[in-house]
């Protein structure tokens, strides 16, 4: 095994000056910078100041010995490898020095070879915890670009949306969701909340079309005792309740014009009046709202106050509908099925090609929502292993007959069907990048010479 040893600093703390001359010696010789010190103390005092690669380090030693050094040394240590020597060791102190932080551990008297043998295993596992260091701060930079708050995506398409979220949360700007019924407006909203400086304080989610018209305005602004009948205390609202921290107005395109009113005051002033109160009261929560209706139709037809819609529109994300986005389908379908499979108690392991296919087929009308319950339903009526097409619903089958590739095409080989698959999520990925190549195969998850055989294999016309 060859180890790099040039530039490697390696502190040897040892009291007698006979092993110390021959530990310089062999080590240099190897190709390390060394230091010496006498005691613990002395050792303590130049890693308080220096940084060394290695430290090996007597245990009987006057003044300080190795144990006491190794426990005084924990806040200076590191990253630096320790190793142990001692005439009088035995298991025990070999595993008590590994307890305080000793990488290994070796007898006196020993060999010059021992004492590079230890420094070369050290190096390695140095070498590997490099290595995994740098591949989990890869994953967790992977992840990070695919991951905002609940939701994942790899299309282009999301990642622009989570990169405008990112920007939205640090700031407690007005933010307008627009999107389909089921595309994650919510968990945007959730996302922005969580990812800003308010996360500590309360995020108030209210659907304006869920809650009656007659009980609205209190609701949201919340009243004075007495002022209707039933009033019996004051109550202060779900804007009050969302003070300091977040007002999520989903449906805000069913908010009655009297309300929208008020709301507009609220955007601009930061005052609220409850409903029976005289004077108005200072709120501080940040307002993210969402629609599935163009408002600006609405502005138009006059059911949605102009003003108001200005007001909103400082920083909008639109979300892409499922079917603009069919690369994200898989990871989804794969996340779902984790998640239900731990909630289920369930070991389905995978998904079908065939399911895969007419997955990818079918519109999604409902969006993620709808993508969700399919596979909801599909693991819970599986006893394989495997999520086959029999297990999602009618109108996802369908969908797939719709695009001419049903069974009755493919037949029922599974080869056949996952050909079909991935020659299907290649013309996507080429159509997805403009036809990069490099691009496309990331998108993919495969190598670029890979891709290039499998786009000569199936005769994809670039």
Sequence with gaps: MQIETAGKRILVIDDEANMGHMLAAVLKKAGYSVEAAL????????????????????????VMGGMEFLRAAADH?????????????????AIEAMKQGAYDYISKPFKPDEVLLALRKAEERERLKRENRQLRARIQEIEKDYVFGAMIARSQAMQ??????????????????????????????????SEGERARMPLVPVNCGGIPETLLESELFGYK?????????????????????????????ELPLALQVKLLRVLQES?????????????????????????????KKGRFREDLFYRLNVLTIRLPPLRERPEDIPHLARWFLQRFNAKMNKQVADISPGALSLLLDYAW?????????AIERAVLLAEERVLLPEHLPVEVGAGRKAAGCDVGT?????????????????????????????????????????LLTKIKAYNIPL
């Design 39 to 62: 005691d613990g103390k002395a050792g303590l005092e130049r890693i308080s100041r220096e940084r060394y690669d290695y430290i090996l380090c007597d245990i009987k030693m006057p």
């Design 77 to 93: 240590i590191g990253r630096s490898t320790v190793i142990m020597m001692s005439a009088y060791g035995s298991i025990d102190t």
């Design 160 to 193: 622009s949306v989570f990169t405008l979220a990112q920007k939205a949360a640090r700031y407690s700007t007005t933010v307008l969701i627009l999107g389909e019924s089921g595309t994650g407006k919510e968990l945007i909203a959730r996302g922005i909340h």
């Design 225 to 253: 005792k007495g002022a209707f009948t039933g009033a019996d205390r004051d109550k202060k609202g779900l804007f009050k309740e969302a003070d300091g921290g977040t007002i999520f107005l989903d449906e805000i395109g």
């Design 271 to 299: 005052e609220l009046r409850p409903v029976g109160e005289s004077r108005a009261m200072h709120v501080d929560a940040r307002v993210i709202a969402a629609t599935a209706k163009s408002l600006e139709e609405e502005v």
């Design 365 to 373: 009308p409902g969006n993620v929502r709808e993508l969700e319950n």
């Design 410 to 450: 493919t037949g029922l080989s599974l080869k056949t069907a996952q050909r079909e698959t991935e020659r299907r999520l290649i013309t996507r990925a080429l159509e997805e990048t403009g036809g990069n190549r490099t691009q496309a195969s990331r998108l993919l998850e495969i190598s670029h010479p890979s």
